[in-house]
């Protein structure tokens, strides 16, 4: 293989790899979110959802129901949290909505999270401005191929080599 070809083939991956990044961009400003792709992380949402499960995500302007399942983010937390809205408080003087929060599986609501995370301010609700966006639909189990990844990385760079040398001998 001479080095034309290895510079073809590259930018041929390049080039899917930025038409990948394009695609997944301008599906989040069609839907009006950040991320429009989640997986799910842990049990908390199950039966709902099962660990390794993507959610579709999208973000509405109207106001959030009782009832939602949603994805926010809590500052100083790089992982987003996916839960269901069980409470709502909507100020009428100001028009501001309140969000309570509430994993399926979880024995108690999310203010405990909400305080550690919020440390001595006495945080007791979220903030529209908080939610990343609303569960649209979801696939089962197909996030497990990136918890598997995290979780073990030297999987990540054998299959990483592995794809580099496909890419490169291929003919």
């Known amino acids: 293989m001479n080095l034309r070809q290895v510079l073809t083939n590259s930018l041929n991956v390049l080039m899917m790899l930025f038409g990948v990044f394009m695609s997944y961009k301008a599906w989040g400003l069609y839907t009006n979110c950040e991320s429009p792709l989640v997986?799910?992380?842990?049990?908390?949402?199950e039966p709902a959802f099962?660990?390794?499960?993507?959610?579709?995500?999208?973000?509405?302007?109207?106001?959030?129901?009782?009832?939602?399942?949603?994805?926010?983010?809590?500052?100083?937390?790089?992982?987003?949290?996916?839960?269901r809205v069980i409470d709502r408080h909507d100020s009428p003087e100001t028009g501001n909505q309140l969000l309570l929060t509430k994993g399926d599986n979880n024995n108690v609501d999310d203010r405990g999270i909400y305080?550690?995370?919020?440390?001595?301010?006495?945080?007791?609700?979220?903030?529209?401005?908080?939610?990343?966006?609303?569960?649209?639909?979801?696939?089962?189990?197909?996030?497990?191929?990136?918890?598997?990844?995290?979780?073990?990385?030297?999987?990540?760079?054998?299959?990483?080599?592995?794809?580099?040398?496909?890419?490169?001998?291929?003919?």
């Open 39 to 45: 997986v799910v992380l842990s049990e908390s949402m």
């Open 115 to 171: 305080q550690e995370l919020y440390i001595n301010r006495g945080k007791m609700w979220i903030e529209p401005k908080d939610v990343v966006g609303r569960v649209q639909g979801f696939l089962p189990y197909l996030g497990m191929f990136t918890i598997f990844m995290t979780d073990y990385p030297l999987l990540k760079y054998a299959l990483l080599g592995g794809v580099g040398l496909v890419v490169f001998l291929y003919e």
């Open 50 to 83: 099962a660990r390794g499960d993507i959610l579709f995500l999208s973000n509405p302007k109207k106001a959030v129901d009782i009832g939602e399942i949603c994805v926010f983010k809590i500052p100083g937390r790089d992982i987003p949290i996916v839960h």
